[in-house]
């Protein structure tokens, strides 16, 4: 189930995730947790950035903190896994039309960059992710990522996607017995999302 709202992170100061890399390390000093929540969404301008109401910016950051948090718990177990996969969401492609040059293959289901643009999202991550031993996918939906586990049998997987597809796809991999890793969206919608592909990096 996605937001039901939308936004747009992409233009905040790359220090914000570090930010929320320090606070991530503080959760369960909960009081803190919330003060400093509301100290980034200030010192970040989110609300004047994005237009966001005070609840749904807080919402988006506690996910955000919530996913780190994960992240930081699990990395000791996802670093041990040796077969891993990417997944990323379709609509961070830079084109949604005919000039993505991508092919779909429904029975993975995934689509194949065919790398036609450089500066796209999808082709800097594929390349990166392929040269580090990753299989990638490319998903139309996270519906999909049942079905490519059930194939595979991926023992550590890092997927980008929208917070609450996230916290959703985190209680399947838990079920499944995969380790995960999880970058978030900072810009979510239908088409031309966008994720931070230098904490993607540094994560793979
Ligand atoms: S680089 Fe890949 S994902 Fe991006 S527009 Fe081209 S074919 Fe599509």
Known sequence: MPYKFTFDLSKISR???????????????????????????????IQEATGLNLSDAVLLLEDFIEI??????????FMQTRKRAVFLPHCSRKYMDGRCKATFNPDIPSYICAHCSPNCLINRTVSFAEEKGYDV??????????????????????????GEEIKLGG???????????AIPLVKNGCANTSFSIETLFSIL
């Open 137 to 162: 996918y490319i998903l139309p939906g996270g519906s999909c990522i049942q079905k490519i586990l059930k194939a595979k049998h991926y023992e550590g997987v890092v997927a980008v996607a929208c």
């Open 68 to 77: 780190q948090a994960k992240n930081l718990l699990e990395r000791e177990r």
């Open 171 to 181: 209680r399947m991999l838990k079920s499944m017995g995969t380790s995960g890793q």
């Open 15 to 45: 220090f914000f995730f570090k930010e929320i890399t320090k606070v991530s390390y503080q959760k369960g000093m909960h009081k803190k947790v919330g003060r400093a929540v509301h100290e980034i969404i200030r010192k970040f301008k």
